[in-house]
């Protein structure tokens, strides 16, 4: 059940740094509201996770998901280029999730 509460809390994450974006300097008070719910959601779930993952695990893969995500939402969403170094450090980083999660002895399977 943990890496459903880490799905829901990166998904929230994302949501909220999204509307982050959209609250223009949080002058705009709908997109207020969704980074408040966003964020809330996310560290609620988080702490969740740390129930059963290790906290320096836990950080890594909601912080490294979250950034490849967000950078995604940024390039479709808001026309923000990513040049060649972004994607291949984006690239690194999911590598370096998918490490942890295949072979870090913290992480209860």
């Given at each position: 059940?943990?890496?459903v509460y880490l799905l829901i809390a990166i998904i929230a994450e994302v949501v909220g740094t999204t509307a982050l974006k959209a609250s223009d300097g949080f002058t705009k008070w709908i997109p207020n509201v969704i980074v408040a719910i966003g964020y809330g959601l996310a560290f609620y779930f988080l702490s969740l996770v740390?129930?059963?993952?290790?906290v320096g695990v836990t950080y890594a893969m909601w912080s490294g998901l979250g950034i490849v995500l967000i950078s995604l939402v940024g390039y479709v969403y808001f026309k923000q280029p990513l040049d060649l170094p972004a994607i291949a450090g984006m690239v690194l980083i999911i590598s370096g999730v998918i490490v942890i999660h295949l072979f870090s002895k913290t992480i209860r399977h």
């Amino acid at each position: 059940m943990a890496y459903v509460y880490l799905l829901i809390a990166i998904i929230a994450e994302v949501v909220g740094t999204t509307a982050l974006k959209a609250s223009d300097g949080f002058t705009k008070w709908i997109p207020n509201v969704i980074v408040a719910i966003g964020y809330g959601l996310a560290f609620y779930f988080l702490s969740l996770v740390l129930r059963s993952i290790p906290v320096g695990v836990t950080y890594a893969m909601w912080s490294g998901l979250g950034i490849v995500l967000i950078s995604l939402v940024g390039y479709v969403y808001f026309k923000q280029p990513l040049d060649l170094p972004a994607i291949a450090g984006m690239v690194l980083i999911i590598s370096g999730v998918i490490v942890i999660h295949l072979f870090s002895k913290t992480i209860r399977h």
